[in-house]
């Protein structure tokens, strides 16, 4: 998606040394993609075509892309490679709903960020898991407006770059713990009663 792309970028080109981007579609989708808007992101696309893909973990790629299935068996080496996973839903304009993006930091344990429709977040919370406030400042979930919801986790990625990591880990590690505890108590139920 469209906001992908940009995520895509902007961690590659402002933490580059401190993230670790799996993106790799094709030009062909990029040149389509962006065609419509392609004055407005001419230094991203420039970006997208010197662009080499670095991640050489997800050996299961197959024609420029990592099919879901092969993915999994990627994950876990990927997974220990960083502390928060950032998570862009294919929706994020008018309906939510909880995807194996979201699922996966769920039930792993892992720390996220989530770019989803507006108000994501207290969903996630009213099925019992945590999210990371006042840790990670999520009030981007309350905005609105897309492209300041996603200028605003650009922001605070900045800011968790700049915070000494030891105590970030230890903060964020006992809420994921809790929501890996959680899922499994929300999957034990749901396979009794049905």
């Known amino acids: 998606t469209h906001h992908r792309f940009l995520m895509a970028n902007f961690l590659e080109t402002q933490l580059a040394d401190q993230s670790y981007v799996i993106f790799q579609p094709g030009s062909d989708w990029v040149d389509f ?3 419509p808007v392609k004055d407005f992101y001419s230094d991203q696309k420039s970006w997208f075509n010197q662009r080499q893909e670095s991640n050489a973990t997800c050996v299961h790629a197959h024609n420029g892309c990592v099919s879901y299935t092969a993915s999994l068996q990627d994950y876990p080496e990927i997974w ?4 928060i996973e950032v998570v862009i839903e294919t929706n ?22 989530l770019l989803s429709t507006a108000g994501h977040l207290e969903k996630i919370r009213s099925l019992g898991f945590k999210t990371f406030d006042p840790i990670i400042d999520e009030s981007y979930d309350l905005k609105d407006d897309l492209e300041l919801r996603f200028d605003t986790i650009c922001t605070e990625l900045k800011r968790l770059a700049s915070v000494d990591q030891q105590q970030l880990t230890e903060q964020l590690t006992k809420q994921a713990e809790y929501n890996a505890i959680n899922y499994k108590t929300l999957m034990k ?5 049905y």
């Open 33 to 35: 993609d962006l065609d």
């Open 80 to 83: 220990s490679q960083y502390l």
């Open 92 to 113: 994020t304009m008018d309906h939510s709903w909880l995807t194996e993006k979201t699922i996966r930091c769920l039930k792993t344990g892992k720390p996220f960020i």
């Open 189 to 193: 139920k749901y396979y009794q009663q």
